[in-house]
């Protein structure tokens, strides 16, 4: 299995390099080898990954980041976007305070919000089947067009914004406000995104440090 790191030089600022050793390590648990390729905004993206993940930054690299992806069509792939990759994915999004054009992967539009949303998050999630737990630490706020699925309802938190749910779902491709990394806080989501990778369902693997991780970060929502 291939996973493509997309821009950590630019997309690194939050940590969200671990989702891509959390998949590597549990494709492992599956008896599948996975490699994790890491891509430079100077690269072209491999159009034959098997997961492509997108992390967190601020402004000026977010910027750098979307321009260097346009003409990568990510629609049919799996992808997890995180907070700034989530944002690039939309139709538009601010960067500095000036509207930019983003790729268009997901409807939806992200606006300067009242407030910068920092702090812990926790959603529940039909689409993953669980509570997922995060750090949410951005000054967006994305507005989901109608018919676009939400990757879940705020608990705690901002997420989007005002709407109370957080990122979204289309096709394989999931977003989502939540740092953490997401994947090391919320195994159930790697598993999903692997199943998705292979186009079949895997049995549940023992792996109970990181279960019991998950389960103390449920446990501590206020
Ligand atoms: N720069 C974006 C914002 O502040 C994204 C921040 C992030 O990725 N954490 O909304």
Redesign the pocket.
Known sequence: MKIVRIHNELLG??GDRGNADVLAYRAGLNGISADVVDISYRDVVPGDGDIYLL?????AA?VLSCEALRGFDFKDCVVLA????F?ILGNS?F?GGVKQNGLGVIDME?VPGAS?FVGDIAIESDVVGVTLTGF?????ETNLAGGITPLGGVITGMGNGTSGVDGAVVGNVFGT?L?GPVLARNPEFADLLLECAIGHALPRVSDPIADEYAQWRRASIK
């Not at 992390?55 to 402004?59: I, S």
């Open positions: 600022t939050y992390g967190g930054a601020e402004d977010q995180v907070c700034a990759g944002q999004y960067a992200t910068r949410e630490n951005h000054g967006g406000y740092h």
